[in-house]
Nanobody, 123 residues
Framework: VQLQASGGGLVQAGGSLRLSCAAS????????MGWFRQALGKEREFVAA????????NYADSVKGRFTISRDNAKNTVYLQMNSLKPEDTAVYYC?????????????????WGQGTLVTVSS
């Protein structure tokens, strides 16, 4: 499956952005999806994940209550709504896919990755 992330940009602290990840090539509804991020000089970290049905979600503690992951299987797209953004949310955000029922939090378990979209939050 091919993944194309978009929606990144520059936003002030406290603002919002919505990232999108469009999938193509396979049956999207067979795939659990995740969002990860990597800040400059830091390791990649888990942000959020959603099961293939959309019925289960999983969030990193650092984004709980601020970020919401969702998916539209008819549009082959997963979203990450990011509210109350903080400077520490600045990173390249990646979407990932694995043919699974579950909302996985471990990057190594994902098979497909998008190219990343940069989110910069200014203070």
């Amino acid at each position: 499956v091919q993944l194309q992330a978009s929606g990144g940009g520059l936003v002030q602290a406290g603002g919002s952005l919505r990232l999108s990840c469009a999938a193509s090539g396979r049956t999207f509804s067979n795939y659990g999806m995740g969002w990860f991020r990597q800040a400059l000089g830091k390791e990649r970290e888990f942000v959020a994940a959603i099961s293939r049905s959309g019925g289960r979600t999983n969030y990193a503690d650092s984004v709980k209550g601020r970020f919401t992951i969702s998916r539209d299987n008819a549009k082959n797209t997963v979203y990450l709504q990011m509210n109350s953004l903080k400077p520490e949310d600045t990173a390249v955000y990646y979407c990932a896919a694995r043919q699974t029922l579950w909302a996985l939090a471990t990057a190594e378990r994902y098979d497909y990755w998008g190219q990343g979209t940069l989110v910069t939050v200014s203070s």
